[in-house]
């Protein structure tokens, strides 16, 4: 070893791992073959530069505590509900076929009982990591094939869980001579600290959270030590450590604060547990991998080839169609970085020894490798060779529409960022206009309070991008950032361009030079809060019940009255109320848009956000604001306008006619707003435009007015496509 400075060893292990990173990177494979490269380079049977010691190791060991960490952060099991028993199925189908076929082809190649038992244990578990990575690249993590994959993929997070809580059992009973006595000791050490876990979980951190987390600092440093002590606390009651991790990781899973926790603890577990896989490189004797190699080549062709096969044969008998089988089988054509954390457990508990874990190290190294190309190009794969996987499909693939139509994520029409007093009115009076809003705040007594109805809450922090990872953002129409500042602003934005975000994107501005900076970069809106609250003051100070007032000679009593959007009062004519009649109070002015209209008519058309000036007696008035601001009942009995095509027939009564003489508005209460002829559309037609035969016109109103319409305009009724607001 040619390095005796930690630190320079250090220096050199990161400059190796970043080179040999950055062309792994380029030949689009996991950075956990780099990584071991990395050891096997630098350490003993490479150039020998350097020693991976205790010290080193210690990273290592924590690095591995925090993955299991987030792991148990991540354990969705209501994605594995909502799936049904497919990824019960699958998961568990292909451990059982994998442990039980790997052991027979250990047995057949000369490995002991217990040897045989890690190989085939550790063939069994794929990557989550790697699989949610390739996934989310290709943005299939949201289709069928990809929650699929991701609920038996958790199937076997907690499968291998419990195979280290048995090897551990194992190990202490091999240790004393007493496996029945000290496996049931073992068993009553883990119900204690299950059930002390739960007790905190129940009456200590949901309280202890929120106060935690008003410093996001202060809540990343909790989760490591807890995860750290927990760790530490199964390693003492002779767990392993990443039992202990993974209990601390499930402990926080149902608080609010799991997604920010997962998200800024990423970065640190990657850079920790490169110091493991480089370690595993390092410990590899090459020379020893030699005799290695037709074993491993067998176990990987039957991990690569095997595994699809029995998740295809599985799902197929299920009611998947072949394709969707065939995607989510690849997913696990490729060993776990848990294989290789099993094999060094195996190791330190005397089971195996370092020949096999070298084994199961190039048993990993091949099948990541391969499987990665595998998944990038699977569809392409698929292409060519669908025509033979006939045999994995039934005749009715009966469950795949099932499941496409049941299960979808979460859905939302607006994701809005910032619940402060400017965000939370936005967000209500979004949920007043019937939409969906899923709401994301950093503070964590925001988060806690008990949330309006229709509005779901996150927490979470705008400048962290991994946020958008935990947000369904591909199935909302709209994001919207209500927290005022340059760098958050677009760092949202750019990070939802990078994700390919399909919907329209709404941010904050506090003046006119960060407005045109969001335009420039691509913002579909800006709202400028100060700038329209100002507005609406100078409206309000400026409004017609002031001049009334000071115009009227008589001392009168005036009340106002905004229509809100789902007043029922909105869209109808002022005489359609008939106030006057009802209340004895009279509409004597309307303000609209900073203009003051007078004395307005029977026919004069009452818009949203209109304010109503009116002149009565004050029980009169009283009586009038209660008809002014009364709602429709039923939200979805709500009329809502449609927007639709109307084809005419060569013998239409319309033809020959301008839009003025037919007076769409007046005689059938339908707007004509686009006219397509042959080829060429005109959004907008002039009042003087003549309908020609075979013309289509673009209207909007409601649906019966519509189908009124087309009765008119041709001899037989027809249906028309339409989109509602």
Same mark, same amino acid.
């Given at each position: 070893?040619?390095?005796?400075?930690?630190?320079?060893?250090?220096?050199?292990?990161?400059?190796?791992?970043?080179?040999?990173?950055?062309?792994?990177?380029?030949?689009?494979?996991?950075?956990?073959?780099?990584?071991?490269?990395?050891?096997?380079?630098?350490?003993?049977?490479?150039?020998?530069? $350097?020693?991976?010691?205790?010290?080193?190791?210690?990273?290592?060991?924590?690095?591995?505590?925090?993955?299991?960490?987030?792991?148990?952060?991540?354990?969705?099991?209501?994605?594995?509900?909502?799936?049904?028993?497919?990824?019960?199925?699958?998961?568990?189908?292909?451990?059982?076929?994998?442990?039980?076929?790997?052991?027979?082809?250990?047995?057949?190649?000369?490995?002991?009982?217990?040897?045989?038992?890690?190989?085939?244990?550790?063939?069994?578990?794929?990557?989550?990591?790697?699989?949610?990575?390739?996934?989310?690249?290709?943005?299939?993590?949201?289709?069928?094939?990809?929650?699929?994959?991701?609920?038996?993929?958790?199937?076997?997070?907690?499968?291998?869980?419990?195979?280290?809580?048995?090897?551990?059992?194992? /190990?202490?009973?091999?240790?004393?001579?007493?496996?029945?006595?000290? /496996?049931?000791?073992?068993?009553?050490?883990?119900?204690?600290?299950?059930?002390?876990?739960?007790?905190?979980?129940?009456?200590?951190?949901?309280?202890?959270?929120?106060?935690?987390?008003?410093?996001?600092?202060?809540?990343?440093?909790?989760?490591?030590?807890?995860?750290?002590?927990?760790?530490?606390?199964?390693?003492?009651?002779?767990?392993?450590?990443?039992?202990?991790?993974?209990?601390?990781?499930?402990?926080?899973?149902?608080?609010?604060?799991?997604?920010?926790?997962?998200?800024?603890?990423? @970065?640190?577990?990657?850079?920790?547990?490169?110091?493991?896989?480089?370690?595993?490189?390092?410990?590899?004797?090459?020379?020893?991998?030699?005799?290695?190699?037709?074993?491993?080549?067998?176990?990987?062709?039957?991990?690569?080839?095997?595994?699809?096969?029995?998740?295809?044969?599985?799902?197929?008998?299920?009611?998947?169609?072949?394709?969707?089988?065939?995607?989510?089988?690849?997913?696990?054509?490729?060993?776990?970085?848990?294989?290789?954390?099993?094999?060094?457990?195996?190791?330190?508990?005397?089971?195996?020894?370092?020949?096999?874990?070298?084994?199961?190290?190039?048993?990993?190294?091949?099948?990541?490798?391969?499987?990665?190309?595998?998944?990038?190009?699977?569809?392409?794969?698929?292409?060519?060779?669908?025509?033979?996987?006939?045999?994995?499909?039934?005749?009715?693939?009966?469950?795949?529409?099932?499941?496409?139509? /049941?299960?979808?994520?979460?859905?939302?029409?607006?994701?809005?960022?910032?619940?402060?007093?400017?965000?939370?009115?936005?967000?209500?009076?979004?949920?007043?206009?019937?939409?969906?809003?899923?709401?994301?705040?950093?503070?964590?007594?925001?988060?806690?309070?008990?949330?309006?109805?229709?509005?779901?809450?996150?927490?979470?922090?705008?400048?962290?991008?991994?946020?958008?990872?935990?947000?369904?953002?591909?199935?909302?129409?709209?994001?919207?950032?209500?927290?005022?500042?340059?760098?958050?602003?677009?760092?949202?934005?750019?990070?939802?361009?990078?994700?390919?975000?399909?919907?329209?994107?709404?941010?904050?501005?506090?003046?006119?030079?960060?407005?045109?900076?969001?335009?420039?970069?691509?913002?579909?809106?800006?709202?400028?809060?100060?700038?329209?609250?100002?507005?609406?003051?100078?409206?309000?100070?400026?409004?017609?019940?002031?001049?009334?007032?000071?115009?009227?000679?008589?001392?009168?009593?005036?009340?106002?009255?905004?229509?809100?959007?789902?007043?029922?009062?909105?869209?109808?004519?002022?005489?359609?109320?008939?106030?006057?009649?009802?209340?004895?109070?009279?509409?004597?002015?309307?303000?609209?848009?900073?203009? @003051?209209?007078?004395?307005?008519?029977?026919?004069?058309?009452?818009?949203?956000?209109?304010?109503?000036?009116?002149?009565?007696?004050?029980?009169?008035?009283?009586?009038?604001?209660?008809?002014?601001?009364?709602?429709?009942?039923?939200?979805?009995?709500?009329?809502?306008?449609? $927007?639709?095509?109307?084809?005419?027939?060569?013998?239409?009564?319309?033809?020959?006619?301008?839009?003025?003489?037919?007076?769409?508005?007046?005689?059938?209460?339908?707007?004509?707003?686009?006219?397509?002829?042959?080829?060429?559309?005109?959004?907008?037609?002039?009042?003087?435009?003549?309908?020609?035969?075979?013309?289509?016109?673009?209207?909007?109103?409601?649906?019966?007015?519509?189908?009124?319409?087309?009765?008119?305009?041709?001899?037989?009724?027809?249906?028309?496509?339409?989109?509602?607001?």
């Amino acid at each position: 070893m040619l390095l005796e400075n930690l630190f320079y060893e250090t220096a050199l292990i990161l400059a190796a791992s970043a080179f040999l990173g950055a062309l792994a990177l380029k030949f689009r494979q996991p950075l956990i073959v780099a990584f071991i490269a990395v050891g096997i380079l630098v350490g003993p049977s490479g150039l020998d530069l $350097v020693g991976i010691d205790e010290r080193l190791g210690l990273l290592a060991e924590i690095g591995i505590a925090i993955l299991l960490f987030v792991v148990g952060l991540k354990l969705d099991l209501h994605l594995i509900r909502t799936m049904g028993p497919v990824a019960m199925a699958t998961g568990l189908g292909q451990v059982a076929f994998t442990s039980l076929f790997g052991f027979f082809i250990a047995q057949a190649l000369g490995f002991s009982i217990v040897g045989a038992l890690y190989v085939a244990v550790a063939l069994t578990f794929s990557s989550t990591i790697i699989i949610v990575k390739l996934l989310s690249d290709k943005r299939e993590i949201d289709a069928l094939h990809g929650r699929i994959a991701v609920g038996f993929l958790i199937v076997q997070d907690i499968a291998v869980i419990l195979a280290m809580i048995g090897l551990t059992a194992l /190990g202490a009973g091999e240790a004393t001579g007493h496996l029945w006595i000290d /496996g049931l000791l073992v068993l009553l050490k883990g119900a204690f600290l299950i059930g002390g876990v739960a007790l905190l979980m129940r009456f200590v951190l949901p309280y202890l959270l929120p106060h935690l987390a008003r410093t996001q600092e202060l809540l990343l440093l909790f989760a490591i030590a807890w995860a750290i002590f927990l760790a530490a606390v199964g390693d003492f009651l002779d767990f392993s450590k990443e039992v202990g991790a993974f209990l601390a990781g499930v402990s926080l899973a149902s608080t609010a604060f799991r997604e920010t926790i997962a998200s800024r603890l990423v @970065s640190l577990r990657d850079f920790l547990l490169l110091f493991f896989f480089i370690g595993l490189g390092a410990q590899l004797d090459l020379s020893m991998l030699e005799a290695q190699v037709v074993p491993a080549l067998i176990f990987s062709a039957f991990v690569l080839i095997g595994n699809p096969l029995i998740v295809m044969a599985i799902m197929g008998f299920m009611g998947y169609r072949k394709r969707t089988g065939f995607l989510a089988g690849l997913t696990v054509a490729q060993i776990s970085e848990f294989s290789l954390i099993l094999g060094a457990l195996g190791v330190s508990l005397g089971h195996i020894d370092r020949e096999t874990l070298g084994l199961i190290t190039l048993v990993g190294l091949i099948t990541i490798g391969l499987s990665t190309y595998l998944i990038l190009y699977s569809h392409p794969i698929y292409q060519r060779i669908s025509p033979f996987l006939g045999i994995f499909e039934r005749r009715v693939p009966y469950r795949e529409a099932e499941e496409e139509s /049941g299960g979808e994520p979460e859905k939302v029409d607006v994701i809005l960022f910032g619940l402060g007093r400017y965000g939370r009115n936005i967000a209500e009076n979004l949920v007043r206009r019937g939409k969906r809003v899923l709401a994301v705040d950093f503070d964590p007594e925001v988060v806690s309070a008990e949330p309006a109805k229709g509005i779901s809450v996150r927490y979470g922090a705008v400048e962290d991008p991994e946020i958008l990872e935990h947000l369904p953002f591909r199935h909302s129409r709209w994001v919207v950032n209500a927290i005022p500042g340059r760098e958050p602003n677009l760092s949202l934005l750019h990070a939802l361009r990078e994700k390919g975000y399909p919907g329209k994107i709404v941010l904050t501005a506090h003046n006119r030079s960060e407005a045109e900076t969001y335009r420039q970069a691509g913002a579909n809106k800006v709202l400028w809060p100060f700038v329209d609250a100002a507005e609406q003051a100078v409206d309000y100070l400026t409004d017609s019940r002031e001049e009334f007032t000071e115009l009227t000679p008589w001392p009168v009593t005036l009340e106002e009255v905004k229509l809100r959007p789902d007043s029922l009062a909105s869209g109808k004519k002022i005489g359609d109320l008939s106030l006057r009649s009802r209340t004895g109070a009279s509409v004597v002015a309307v303000d609209r848009a900073g203009r @003051s209209h007078f004395d307005p008519g029977s026919d004069f058309l009452l818009l949203p956000g209109d304010r109503l000036v009116l002149l009565g007696t004050e029980e009169g008035l009283k009586m009038a604001r209660r008809l002014l601001e009364e709602v429709e009942a039923e939200a979805e009995e709500k009329q809502k306008f449609h $927007v639709a095509e109307i084809p005419l027939d060569s013998g239409s009564s319309w033809s020959g006619k301008t839009l003025t003489e037919l007076d769409f508005r007046h005689r059938h209460g339908i707007s004509v707003i686009g006219l397509q002829r042959g080829e060429e559309r005109i959004l907008s037609p002039s009042p003087e435009e003549t309908l020609r035969p075979h013309d289509i016109l673009l209207v909007l109103g409601h649906p019966d007015a519509i189908r009124e319409c087309l009765k008119k305009a041709n001899s037989e009724e027809r249906s028309f496509r339409h989109g509602s607001s």
